[in-house]
């Protein structure tokens, strides 16, 4: 497998995951019956998904050194 096809495939790993912890939250929120406004909501949600795109980002030469060895 080419190393862009592994890169893909870790990009799409982490956005599955922010999508996963987005859902929970709101899952959570939701199920616990915390007060919290949309825009609120949707912060959290921007933060939680800002958060994991940065994460990849970081990562991504680590991935690529260790791909290349």
């Known amino acids: 497998m080419s190393n862009s096809k592994i890169m893909s495939t870790v990009s799409t790993s982490f956005k599955f995951a922010s999508e996963k912890v987005s859902n929970n939250l709101v899952e959570y929120i939701r199920r616990e019956n915390i007060e919290m406004t949309e825009p609120q909501m949707k912060m959290m949600l921007n933060l939680v ?11 991504c030469g680590s991935i690529e050194k260790t791909l290349k060895s």
């Open 49 to 59: 998904e800002s958060s994991v795109q940065q994460a990849f980002s970081l990562s």
